[in-house]
């Protein structure tokens, strides 16, 4: 590994630790944008850094939207297209401690100790062999790691500061950072858009080296409300309509192959989440996921049908079912006109000696959303495995890589 290697590596990492050491998970029961404080906290270390960088129109919105440009260095008359990055602010709230406590370990092989009893073991986990001999995120085992998506900041915020001190021209970039990902995309649906005019974007959200990701799920809830007839048990005959059993009845004629855990690659699948009920009402959240809208569409079908049939069985129940459109496949945004967003990053991937491996993500992003706003913005690696999870780990040579193909595409690769 080279001098200029070992200090790339060095900066990101410190920048990551730097950033992680703020707690930013978000909230799911929260009622506003940002659902949490620490997300607040950290837009404002961003921000100010954005400022010490020199970049202009750094702008915290009242929803902690950070938005920011990079004017264009190119000489006068050469124009070239404007891009943007999209990066969230937000960890995931997977029932651990909120605080992160990340600290860098050398892979010499084997399990790796995170703490107490907690390790990566490599029974469960034999991706790690993929690294020894590197350098490699890892958390206490108390917490996630939050490389999702704090190494796609951090990769982008060096990116940012090497850019302004770099005198090679470069074109336009705009710079966005959003809060509130991880709970259905809320942060980045109140971005104001004409802080972020860019031709096309990318996010940087997911995982490990070499990944790029251009077709994401559709996804929408329903939400199937079910009002019952209480009585007393001891003259319930002929009277009471339990909405709890009325929910068993309704799920049961779920088709039991087409869930999540029974479901791969390119399917989808309806998953129920929650249900919460008692003798008078009871509510049943549905998750709906298909990358092929057509099906996506048909899954909605199949629950009305199925609410259909409740209803004739259980004339006495009053059965509502609503649905909430939550993002869009982003594969579907692809044009003629946009297509040449994945030949720049193929492009700045293979510049810096990276295979792109293509994935089709069995979630979505912020990109998801933008594409249906007309911004066409696929994702690619930050080198993370495990999101989630207090096994993740995000290995330094693969987040290098990560921020080398911004830096490629922020000066505007074969522009
Ligand atoms: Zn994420």
Known sequence: MTTASIELQDALAARFLRYSAISSQSDASATVVPSS???????????????????????????????????????????APTIGFCTHLDTADSGLSPDVHARI?????????????????????????????????????????GADDKAGVASVMEAVVRLM?????????????????????????????????????????CCELGEVVEATFNAAYATVVIEGVAAHPMSAYGVMVNPILVAHDLIGRFDPTQTPECTKDREGYIWVDAIHGDQSVTTIDVNIRDHDRGRFEQRKDEIRQVVEQVRTSHPRARIDVTFKDVYANLEDSKTSDNAVATQRLLDAMRAVGVEPIHRSMRGGTDGSWLSTQGIFTPNFFTGAHNFHSRCEFLPLPSLERSHNIVMELMRGVSS
Do not use: N
Not at 168 to 197: A, C, K, N, W
């Open 37 to 79: 404080q620490g997300q607040w906290e950290f837009a404002r270390l961003l921000a100010a850094e954005l400022e010490e960088a020199k970049v202009e129109d750094v702008h915290l919105s009242d929803t902690c939207v950070l938005t920011a440009r990079i004017p264009s260095t190119l000489p006068d008359g050469k124009t």
């Open 165 to 205: 001190s770099d005198p090679r021209p470069h074109p336009e970039v705009y710079l966005s950072f959003v809060p509130d990902e991880e709970i259905g995309l809320r942060g980045v649906q109140t971005m104001d858009l004409e802080r972020f005019p860019v031709d096309w974007a990318y996010t940087l959200d």
């Open 105 to 145: 370990v050398e892979h010499t092989g084997g399990d790796i100790h995170l703490g107490g009893d907690q390790w990566i073991r490599r029974e469960e986990h034999p991706e790690i062999d993929a690294y020894v001999g590197q350098r490699i995120l890892v958390t206490d085992g108390t917490s996630v790691l």
